[in-house]
């Protein structure tokens, strides 16, 4: 991957929508080079989907936290348990003194607390530490352009 590739790959975190013309414009190529540089991006698995940027609060999941799992046993063969609890939109194996840190979004914290109450229905969980957010400064995808600059 080169510099054009990250520049081509910031382009499409901007907007994925714009056309191949615009992506190689914005990067100095034609339509079809962009094109094709972005397949070779997708089949080598850099690009691993193209989504939406839904807005959290305007779907009704405005309540955020992040909860670390505490286990008594190791959890990395509990991807599947966490997957099944759809107001997960993140789960990760740590290492530290939890075993597990899940992101949470929902619409209350009466279905926050039932989500934990569901996490502790996991084989293996022995507690949880959540942490509410109570606003959000920023988020930001990867920069594939400040990641090249080490």
Do not use: C, N
Not at 134 to 145: D, I, K, M, Q
């Amino acid at each position: 991957m080169d510099q054009i590739d990250r520049e081509l790959l910031a382009e499409l975190q901007s907007d994925a929508t714009q056309s191949y013309a615009a992506l190689g414009q914005a990067v100095g190529l034609s339509a079809g080079a962009a094109h094709e540089r972005v397949r070779k991006l997708r089949e080598s698995g850099v690009i691993r989907r193209t989504t939406a940027d839904v807005d959290p609060a305007a779907v009704g999941s405005s309540v955020l936290a992040y909860v670390m799992v505490e286990s008594t046993s190791w959890m990395g063969e509990s991807a599947e348990a966490f997957a099944a609890i759809p107001e997960i939109v993140e789960a990760h194996i740590i290492a530290g003194s939890a075993s597990v840190l899940v992101k949470v979004r929902t619409a209350t914290t009466e279905q926050l607390q039932d989500v934990l109450r569901r996490i502790y229905a996991i084989e293996g969980v022995s507690g949880t530490q959540a942490t509410v957010v109570l606003e959000t400064f920023f988020e930001r995808p990867l920069s594939p352009v400040v990641a090249d600059q080490t």
